[in-house]
């Protein structure tokens, strides 16, 4: 009698991928896209808040009230007061800050759709599948 021998790694259940698991991977899919843009657009909208807030550092530490500062609005450049500098810069400021807070709502609420989705995901196909990504 021959001794049975087994090959390779135990054989792990079939789960069967209906047509609404694939539009939920796939909602995931594109969900998880689109919040690694948002993020990215995030962080160049607050790279330019700090660009902004050095600038205006830099125009406080100025001596000289009398000084017309260049301010770049598109591809011209106009000379304003420092005082009207300041302005300028701050309301840009808020428009940046507003806009990052509305990324980072949308952010959140995708969050928030990817978490349902992993539940979902996770309790019919359990380890078989890997929705994890790498989050820096």
Request: net charge negative; proline share 1%.
């Given at each position: 009698?021959?001794?049975?021998?087994?090959?390779?790694?135990?054989?792990?259940?079939?789960?069967?991928?209906?047509f609404?698991?694939?539009?939920?991977?796939?909602?995931?899919?594109?969900?998880?896209?689109?919040?690694?843009?948002?993020?990215?657009?995030?962080?160049?909208?607050?790279?330019?808040?700090?660009?902004l807030?050095?600038?205006?550092?830099?125009?406080?530490?100025?001596?000289?009230?009398?000084?017309?500062?260049?301010?770049?609005?598109?591809?011209?450049?106009?000379?304003?007061?420092?005082?009207?500098?300041?302005?300028?810069?701050?309301?840009?400021?808020?428009?940046?800050?507003?806009?990052?807070?509305?990324?980072?709502?949308?952010?959140?609420?995708?969050?928030?759709?990817?978490?349902?989705?992993?539940?979902?995901?996770?309790?019919?196909?359990g380890?078989?599948?890997?929705?994890?990504?790498?989050?820096?």
């Amino acid at each position: 009698m021959a001794a049975a021998t087994m090959k390779g790694p135990v054989a792990v259940e079939d789960v069967v991928v209906t047509f609404e698991d694939q539009q939920k991977i796939n909602k995931f899919a594109r969900n998880t896209s689109r919040m690694t843009e948002l993020k990215n657009e995030i962080d160049l909208k607050k790279k330019t808040l700090q660009n902004l807030q050095d600038a205006s550092d830099d125009i406080m530490m100025l001596d000289d009230d009398s000084l017309l500062v260049p301010y770049q609005i598109g591809d011209v450049f106009i000379s304003l007061s420092q005082e009207e500098t300041q302005d300028m810069l701050e309301a840009a400021k808020e428009t940046l800050e507003q806009e990052v807070r509305v990324l980072e709502e949308r952010v959140s609420a995708i969050q928030q759709v990817l978490g349902d989705l992993k539940v979902q995901l996770y309790a019919k196909f359990g380890n078989n599948i890997n929705l994890d990504a790498d989050e820096s």
